[in-house]
């Protein structure tokens, strides 16, 4: 059965930076795409950033370009999510989700079978 756990989340003042990690277990074959999303209280699950496993472009929101990057260790099986220059709109439950067929829409969250439980991510002004 496979796993995804996030960690890092935590409570930052705006302008600060965290990163974000997910550790991915319990599967027989190698990711096809992975991809952080977020979603805040009373708002729509959103794309943050996505990126394909064998290498491939990388796609981000236009709300996070030039502040966060995704990156991933394959052999650790983690992916990461580091957060620079974080805004107050950036404070939401970050998940990561794990797709291993080919996608459509590698930033829409119904491309995802697999998802983490999140980690809290709140930026204070």
């Known amino acids: 059965q496979v796993h995804l756990v996030e960690s890092g989340g935590g409570s930052v003042q705006a302008g600060g930076s965290l990163r974000l990690s997910c550790v991915v277990s319990?599967?027989?074959?190698?990711?096809?795409?992975m991809a952080w999303f977020r979603q805040a209280p009373g708002k729509e699950r959103e794309g943050v950033a996505s990126?394909?496993?064998?290498?491939?472009?990388?796609y981000y929101a236009d709300s996070v370009k030039g502040r966060f990057t995704i990156s991933q260790d394959n052999a650790k099986n983690t992916l990461y999510l580091q957060m620079n220059s974080l805004k107050p709109e950036d404070t939401a439950m970050y998940y990561c989700?794990?797709?291993?067929?080919?996608?459509?829409?590698?930033?829409?969250?119904?491309?995802?079978?697999?998802w983490g439980q999140g980690t809290q991510v709140t930026v204070s002004s």
């Open positions: 990126v394909y496993t064998g290498g491939g472009p990388t």
């Open positions: 989700a794990a797709q291993f067929t080919p996608l459509v829409s590698p930033i829409s969250p119904n491309e995802y079978n697999y």
């Open positions: 319990g599967h027989t074959r190698s990711t096809y795409c």
